[in-house]
């Protein structure tokens, strides 16, 4: 198959790319998402019943960030199978992993049942669910970058990103109609497992659409010149080491603040402020619904402008709105913190988030793309997206006070600036091209006896 990389390609023949790669991400997210909402809300009580509230959240929250400790071993793992074996078959794998690892999450017995059993295996669950996300991205965004052209390089592989707001609209969304379905005591009693069987369904058609795709030209290419990586872990550390740590640093402004948007801000609205959860819910889904639009219209501009001009303007951007978001809070207007959430998720964060994915795979060649896109992204999740919402309860528990939230908020931007600043910009050129000279001949060289 030709390499479509260097001319430009068609929408109706990125279309079922976009499709596969878009819509396996979304069912990932909605599964981990569940997970989230959860653990805001009522996993304390479920699994942690003999703790105090803040210590119960706590305990939930630390159990939700075995979630994040896993994805970057899932994409250590699966990145080196996604480099060796080629994209597809390592994404039906996480698919798999992910869906049985939610399944099985609706049916833990609870603390009540099962003593501390119960959050144990709900622990263990939660890091499969890790692993399948962390291997999974990696493997979606290729799909559409490794399709696309470089012109549209962003735009092409923002696509994928779009699973997230997709994933976190359809978890909110099921979560309300099983609040409404099952009122009061019947909802902690079986409502909330709803949610998780109903994985088994979108498992189902992600598979069979995934299924449908070929391997990616650029992969097939170099399976067929017999420059596969013999051990892609290895190299991509050695020869991509400061792109790795850049990468998973460029992330800080729009990771730690996402899981403060979409997961802290449901227990600080609905304990601290009494704002009902209806309208924090509310106001998730619609700015979901936005930004499946405004991402890859930033993605696009990206493409214009250029990734690291559009990355650091944007990351200033997050950093002058963390005011402004908890400020519209403090309201409690329905309609004013409907807007904050709408403003936090479909704009500031979209704007970073969607043409992420291309800022950070075009700086690892073909050979070594998925394990090093993988690391710098879920190595992320342990600096920022996974002990965010903890670092933020402790905050708030100490100061009795948002300013040091927005504190918190504008240091994690200036982080994302300062290494948007330090990474090279391959808007509109090949993805790594000088360097994939160097590694291959570097490894062919290693390899010669």
Same mark, same amino acid.
Not at 173 to 180: D, E, G, P, V, Y
Not at 398 to 423: D, E, H, N
């Given at each position: 198959?030709?390499?479509?990389?260097?001319?430009?390609?068609?929408?109706?023949?990125?279309?079922?790319?976009?499709?596969?790669?878009?819509?396996?991400?979304?069912?990932?997210?909605?599964?981990?998402?569940?997970?989230?909402?959860?653990?805001?809300?009522?996993?304390?009580?479920?699994?942690?019943?003999?703790?105090?509230?803040?210590?119960?959240?706590?305990?939930?929250?630390?159990?939700?960030?075995?979630?994040?400790?896993?994805?970057?071993?899932?994409?250590?793992?699966?990145?080196? #199978?996604?480099?060796?074996?080629?994209?597809? *078959?390592?994404?039906?794998?996480?698919?798999?992993?992910?869906?049985?690892?939610?399944?099985?999450?609706?049916?833990?017995?609870?603390?009540?049942?099962?003593?501390?059993?119960?959050?144990?295996?709900?622990?263990?669950?939660?890091?499969?669910?890790?692993?399948?996300?962390?291997?999974?991205?990696?493997?979606?965004?290729?799909?559409?970058?490794?399709?696309?052209?470089?012109?549209?390089?962003?735009?092409?592989?923002?696509?994928?990103?779009?699973?997230?707001?997709?994933?976190?609209?359809?978890?909110?969304?099921?979560?309300?109609?099983?609040?409404?379905?099952?009122?009061?005591?019947?909802?902690?009693?079986?409502?909330?497992?709803?949610?998780?069987?109903?994985?088994?369904?979108?498992?189902?058609?992600?598979?069979?659409?995934?299924?449908?795709?070929?391997?990616?030209?650029?992969?097939?290419?170099?399976?067929?010149?017999?420059?596969?990586?013999?051990?892609?872990?290895?190299?991509?550390?050695?020869?991509?080491?400061?792109?790795?740590?850049?990468?998973?640093?460029?992330?800080?402004?729009?990771?730690?603040?996402?899981?403060?948007?979409?997961?802290?801000?449901?227990?600080?609205?609905?304990?601290?402020?009494?704002?009902?959860?209806?309208?924090?819910?509310?106001?998730?889904?619609?700015?979901?619904?936005?930004? #499946?639009?405004?991402?890859?219209?930033?993605?696009?501009?990206?493409?214009?402008?250029?990734?690291?001009?559009?990355?650091?303007?944007?990351?200033?951007?997050?950093?002058?709105?963390?005011?402004?978001? #908890?400020?519209?809070?403090?309201?409690?207007?329905?309609?004013?913190?409907?807007?904050?959430?709408?403003?936090?998720?479909?704009? #500031?964060?979209?704007?970073?988030?969607?043409?992420?994915?291309?800022?950070?795979?075009?700086?690892? *060649?073909?050979?070594?793309?998925?394990?090093?896109?993988?690391?710098?992204?879920?190595?992320?999740?342990?600096?920022?997206?996974?002990?965010?919402?903890?670092?933020?309860?402790?905050?708030?528990?100490?100061?009795?006070?948002?300013?040091?939230?927005?504190?918190?908020?504008?240091?994690?931007?200036?982080?994302?600036?300062?290494?948007?600043?330090?990474?090279?910009?391959?808007?509109?050129?090949?993805?790594?091209?000088?360097?994939?000279?160097?590694?291959?001949?570097?490894?062919?060289? *290693?390899?010669?006896?």
């Amino acid at each position: 198959m030709a390499n479509v990389a260097t001319g430009e390609v068609s929408v109706r023949r990125m279309l079922p790319v976009i499709t596969a790669s878009t819509l396996g991400t979304a069912i990932e997210w909605y599964d981990f998402f569940l997970y989230n909402f959860f653990a805001a809300t009522i996993f304390a009580p479920l699994f942690f019943p003999n703790l105090d509230p803040v210590t119960g959240i706590l305990a939930s929250f630390t159990t939700y960030y075995i979630g994040f400790l896993a994805r970057p071993i899932g994409g250590a793992f699966f990145g080196w #199978f996604g480099d060796r074996v080629g994209r597809k *078959s390592t994404l039906i794998v996480t698919l798999i992993l992910m869906g049985v690892a939610t399944v099985l999450i609706g049916a833990i017995p609870t603390y009540k049942s099962i003593g501390f059993v119960a959050p144990l295996l709900i622990t263990i669950l939660r890091f499969l669910q890790g692993a399948g996300v962390g291997g999974e991205w990696g493997g979606s965004v290729l799909l559409s970058l490794e399709y696309g052209d470089n012109r549209r390089r962003g735009f092409w592989a923002s696509w994928p990103q779009t699973g997230v707001p997709v994933g976190l609209a359809l978890a909110a969304i099921a979560l309300l109609i099983c609040k409404a379905l099952f009122p009061g005591e019947a909802f902690l009693q079986i409502g909330w497992r709803i949610p998780f069987f109903l994985s088994a369904l979108l498992i189902l058609v992600g598979f069979f659409i995934r299924m449908r795709i070929l391997e990616t030209p650029e992969f097939t290419r170099l399976k067929q010149e017999q420059r596969v990586a013999k051990a892609p872990l290895g190299e991509v550390i050695r020869y991509y080491w400061k792109e790795i740590i850049l990468s998973a640093l460029l992330r800080s402004g729009e990771q730690a603040p996402f899981y403060l948007f979409t997961t802290f801000v449901l227990s600080y609205g609905v304990s601290t402020l009494k704002i009902p959860v209806n309208t924090l819910y509310t106001g998730i889904i619609l700015a979901a619904l936005i930004a #499946f639009v405004t991402m890859p219209f930033a993605s696009y501009l990206s493409d214009i402008v250029g990734r690291k001009r559009w990355f650091m303007l944007a990351s200033l951007g997050m950093a002058i709105y963390a005011y402004p978001f #908890f400020l519209l809070l403090q309201t409690k207007n329905s309609v004013l913190v409907v807007l904050a959430l709408v403003g936090a998720i479909s704009i #500031f964060h979209a704007s970073l988030y969607g043409p992420e994915a291309a800022f950070i795979s075009e700086h690892f *060649s073909t050979r070594l793309r998925y394990s090093g896109a993988s690391l710098g992204y879920q190595l992320a999740s342990l600096t920022a997206g996974g002990p965010a919402p903890i670092i933020a309860v402790l905050l708030l528990a100490a100061y009795k006070s948002y300013i040091p939230l927005v504190l918190y908020i504008i240091l994690m931007a200036l982080i994302s600036l300062l290494a948007a600043w330090g990474l090279r910009e391959y808007a509109n050129r090949d993805a790594a091209a000088d360097k994939d000279i160097q590694v291959t001949e570097a490894a062919i060289a *290693s390899e010669a006896p």
